[in-house]
T-cell receptor, first 113, second 115 residues
Framework: NAGVTQTPKFQVLKTGQSMTLQCAQD?????MSWYRQDPGMGLRLIHY???????DQGEVPNGYNVSRSTTEDFPLRLLSAAPSQTSVYFC????????????FGNGTRLTVT | DQQVKQNSPSLSVQEGRISILNCDYT??????FLWYKKYPAEGPTFLIS?????DKNEDGRFTVFLNKSAKHLSLHIVPSQPGDSAVYFC??????????????FGKGTLLTVNP
């Protein structure tokens, strides 16, 4: 099993550019989430999904869009990148059952200049 | 307002000794707590968890203790090994506000185990 796969691993954008961070999981997990990690900070929840067709906002959703058209994929879109979005982004997934831990991908390091 | 606090940014211990990582929380709605370990350039990996109905959970060398009245939990690693060197994140969730997919993380503690 590949687990949670994130692409790309690294990305440099100019301010105002758009891009999509890809996330796919092959564990048939119902739940998927996006977190960002900034230096000296813990991981903060951006958006999450409890199933195909259902998404909701987390702690820091501004500047990001998500959609969940399939169980496997949960892309994160930056419509107009800003330097404040420079961060490491982690996608995670888990089963619906209580106490099922999150499985994380290896992250995408994004730099916005 | 930080709801999950890890007040020690770093900890250094000798191989074979005990490592104790601490975590405090402020939100009384939290009832499920987890520890994740993170190596550089990798995603966090789940280590151990504890529900608020328990005060201790063990898994091999790793034990998590929960003191609900003090809103404090700790992770004990015995004996510590050089491969345990990583950043450890404490995380919490509340059933009332969601499930384990909506975690609130602390800032992490860098553990270094010296041979």
């Amino acid at each position: 099993n590949a687990g949670v796969t994130q692409t790309p691993k690294f990305q440099v954008l100019k301010t105002g550019q758009s891009m999509t961070l890809q996330c796919a999981q092959d564990m048939n997990h119902e739940y998927m989430s996006w977190y960002r990690q900034d230096p000296g900070m813990g991981l903060r929840l951006i958006h999450y999904s409890v199933g195909a067709g259902i998404t909701d906002q987390g702690e820091v959703p501004n500047g990001y869009n998500v959609s969940r058209s399939t169980t496997e994929d949960f892309p994160l879109r930056l419509l107009s990148a800003a330097p404040s979005q420079t961060s490491v982004y982690f996608c995670a997934s888990s089963y619906r059952s209580n106490n099922s831990p999150l499985h994380f991908g290896n992250g995408t390091r994004l730099t916005v200049t | 307002d930080q709801q999950v606090k890890q007040n020690s940014p770093s900890l250094s211990v000798q191989e074979g000794r005990i490592s104790i990582l601490n975590c405090d929380y402020t939100n009384s709605m939290f009832d499920y707590f987890l520890w994740y370990k993170k190596y550089p350039a990798e995603g966090p990996t789940f280590l151990i968890s504890i529900s608020s109905i328990k005060d201790k959970n063990e898994d091999g060398r790793f034990t998590v203790f929960l003191n609900k009245s003090a809103k404090h939990l700790s992770l004990h690693i015995v004996p510590s090994q050089p491969g345990d060197s990583a950043v450890y994140f404490c995380a919490a969730s509340g059933r009332g506000g969601g499930s384990n997919y909506k975690l609130t993380f602390g800032k992490g503690t860098l553990l270094t185990v010296n041979p």
